[in-house]
Nanobody, 125 residues
Framework: QVQLVESGGGSVQAGGSLTLSCAAF????????MTWFRQPPGKEREGVAS???????IYSDSVKGRFTVSQSTSANSLYLQMESLKPEDTAQYYC???????????????????WGQGTQVIVSS
């Protein structure tokens, strides 16, 4: 059974940094696709950073240049390093993986069938 556990969220001021972690159990990272999503209060869930087969990476335009996604096979974890944080980055952040990945829509939540419980990020101005 696949289990994903996020950690590392918190409250920071604008311009600050945070690194989120997603530990995977019952699943080997690099095997398919793993993606970070976020859901701001009252808004839809959006994909922000995806890693396909461990080395193909895409970012949403809203985080490109500020966020960096990476994996550790030894820790079997996915990470999201977030820098230059803005108040609009405030959201619940989730990691997710899919049994079968569609490379054409890695940032769409529809194909993902395994989700973590999320970790909260609050950025104050």
């Amino acid at each position: 059974q696949v289990q994903l556990v996020e950690s590392g969220g918190g409250s920071v001021q604008a311009g600050g940094s945070l690194t989120l972690s997603c530990a995977a159990f019952g699943y080997r990272v690099r095997r398919t696709c793993m993606t970070w999503f976020r859901q701001p209060p009252g808004k839809e869930r959006e994909g922000v950073a995806s890693m396909y087969l461990g080395d193909n990476i895409i970012y949403s335009d809203s985080v490109k240049g500020r966020f960096t996604v990476s994996q550790s096979t030894s820790a079997n974890s996915l990470y999201l390093q977030m820098e230059s944080l803005k108040p609009e980055d405030t959201a619940q952040y989730y990691c997710a993986t899919a049994t079968v990945c569609d490379r054409s829509s890695l940032l769409s939540p529809r194909q993902y069938n395994h989700w973590g419980q999320g970790t909260q990020v609050i950025v104050s101005s």
